[in-house]
């Protein structure tokens, strides 16, 4: 594998950036027909032209992830057949073993990603890198982009975990990325389209926006991404009531609306000077 592999890093971007198209589309689509709120054009275009940064930096990082793995001869340490222990006869059940197995493998992802997010919470220096991400105040389905430096915190706490585990199932991986790119756009999305009771194994936008309050009491909670399963095990969980949908945001900090604002927001020594963040780590 080439260090810089200019053609598969394109190829990883166009179809990265063809889920997020898709997915983001659907859910704002919800979040046009049935909004819990309602947030400006100019929100969606940020979040569009923030994508496309954040796709094309990510494709450069997670390349670059996988030709260090290679060059370090870094072998999985357990091996799963999801072919072996999920197997019917039947195509249907077949069809929907695979999606099991993908939701399967996006709920033990989801444990180091829970692990992760705490962290990013209690560190300063990582906490001001993901406080880009908290300090949308116009939260949709296309307006939810993380900053660019956060794809290396998950390559090191989440991707190389990860690794050590081999799923023999061709088709895990990818039923589960979709699945994980599909709850990325749908757990931020202002719609008031909901999973329901299913919200108690999988997380859905009112259990996330839970995590992006800017209420005092609802600091600390919600942790998880794709599974509510962690955060129930660790007592971090909290369940929306039936018309809690809480502004969003830090109250401290506004969101970068360009570009450089958008890259240089943890790095902006004014900012941090000017704003004492009061939703992300404790004083």
């Given at each position: 594998?080439?260090?810089?592999?200019?053609?598969?890093?394109?190829?990883?971007?166009?179809?990265?950036?063809?889920l997020?198209?898709?997915?983001?589309?659907?859910?704002?689509?919800?979040?046009?027909?049935?909004?819990?709120?309602?947030?400006?054009?100019?929100?969606?275009?940020?979040?569009?032209?923030?994508?496309?940064?954040?796709?094309?930096?990510?494709?450069?990082?997670?390349?670059?992830?996988?030709?260090?793995?290679?060059?370090?001869?870094?072998?999985?340490?357990v091996?799963?057949?999801?072919?072996?222990?999920?197997?019917?006869?039947?195509?249907?059940?077949?069809?929907?073993?695979?999606?099991?197995?993908?939701?399967?493998?996006?709920?033990?992802?989801?444990?180091?990603?829970?692990?992760?997010?705490?962290?990013?919470?209690?560190?300063?220096?990582?906490?001001?890198?993901?406080?880009?991400?908290?300090?949308?105040?116009?939260?949709?389905?296309?307006?939810?982009?993380?900053?660019?430096?956060?794809p290396?915190?998950?390559?090191?706490?989440?991707?190389?975990?990860?690794?050590?585990?081999?799923?023999?199932?061709?088709?895990?991986?990818?039923?589960?990325?979709?699945?994980?790119?599909?709850?990325?756009?749908?757990?931020?999305?202002?719609?008031?389209?909901?999973?329901?009771?299913?919200?108690?194994?999988?997380?859905?936008?009112?259990?996330?926006?839970?995590?992006?309050?800017?209420?005092?009491?609802h600091?600390?909670?919600?942790?998880?991404?794709?599974t509510?399963?962690?955060?129930?095990?660790?007592?971090?969980?909290?369940?929306?009531?039936?018309?809690?949908?809480?502004?969003?945001?830090?109250?401290?900090?506004?969101?970068?609306?360009?570009?450089?604002?958008?890259?240089?927001?943890?790095?902006?020594?004014?900012?941090?000077?000017?704003?004492?963040?009061?939703?992300?780590?404790?004083?």
């Amino acid at each position: 594998m080439h260090v810089l592999d200019i053609d598969q890093m394109i190829q990883s971007f166009v179809k990265s950036l063809e889920l997020v198209v898709i997915f983001a589309t659907i859910c704002a689509a919800m979040e046009l027909t049935f909004p819990a709120f309602r947030y400006s054009f100019g929100s969606y275009v940020r979040g569009v032209r923030n994508w496309v940064i954040r796709l094309g930096w990510g494709a450069l990082v997670w390349h670059l992830f996988a030709v260090g793995l290679s060059w370090l001869g870094v072998k999985p340490l357990v091996t799963i057949d999801f072919g072996t222990l999920l197997h019917a006869d039947n195509a249907i059940i077949n069809c929907g073993f695979a999606v099991l197995s993908g939701v399967l493998v996006a709920i033990a992802g989801d444990f180091f990603y829970y692990w992760m997010h705490r962290a990013q919470h209690a560190f300063p220096i990582l906490w001001r890198m993901h406080a880009t991400h908290h300090s949308i105040r116009e939260l949709t389905a296309w307006n939810c982009n993380h900053h660019i430096s956060e794809p290396i915190i998950y390559a090191a706490f989440v991707a190389l975990p990860l690794a050590l585990i081999h799923f023999e199932s061709g088709v895990v991986p990818v039923v589960a990325m979709t699945l994980i790119t599909f709850q990325a756009h749908l757990s931020h999305s202002s719609t008031r389209i909901n999973l329901g009771p299913l919200r108690y194994i999988i997380g859905d936008n009112k259990f996330h926006r839970i995590h992006h309050s800017i209420e005092p009491h609802h600091r600390h909670l919600n942790y998880g991404f794709f599974t509510t399963i962690w955060d129930t095990i660790f007592r971090t969980a909290y369940w929306p009531k039936e018309n809690e949908w809480p502004q969003v945001g830090l109250r401290d900090q506004p969101e970068p609306l360009t570009v450089r604002d958008y890259i240089m927001f943890p790095f902006d020594r004014n900012r941090w000077r000017r704003a004492k963040v009061r939703s992300g780590v404790e004083d």
